[in-house]
């Protein structure tokens, strides 16, 4: 039986990880977490932010995905997308989810992100 997720994989182009760092850990606010040395050895880079997970590894003829993303959920949703913008991250507001607020946005190589909070009946959604 399933019990969690416990990490999502993305992609990335070789020599991105210093991008990667700074889009996760200084915009997203998440921590990075050390890859098992054998691992490692392969590049990419892992973070985590509570119980979630993204690990981006190498993939030498990256192209991003134009429908595929993590949905992270999000507490404080309007906040987080300010933060974002401030800091240079795009920020691309969807009401189509019924009783949610969501966002997507990019990292640096194109990953496409959805960010998600259940509406809780002030501002946006629906």
């Known amino acids: 039986m399933l019990v969690a997720v416990d990490h999502v994989q993305l992609a990335a182009p070789p020599g991105s990880e210093d991008a990667l760092r700074a889009y996760y850990v200084d915009v997203l606010a998440m921590t990075e977490i050390p ?53 240079g991250a795009p920020v691309t507001w969807d009401d189509n989810l019924p009783g949610h607020l969501r966002f997507y946005s990019e990292d640096p190589v194109g990953n496409r992100l959805e960010f998600v909070e259940p509406n809780r009946s002030s501002g946006r959604g629906q």
């Open 35 to 87: 890859k098992p040395p054998v691992l490692a050895a392969r590049g990419g880079c892992w973070f985590q932010a509570g119980a979630v997970q993204l690990h981006l590894g190498i993939e030498t003829d990256f192209r991003p995905a134009k429908k595929a993303h993590p949905g992270l959920r999000v507490e404080g949703i309007e906040a987080y997308a300010a933060r974002l913008t401030s800091l």
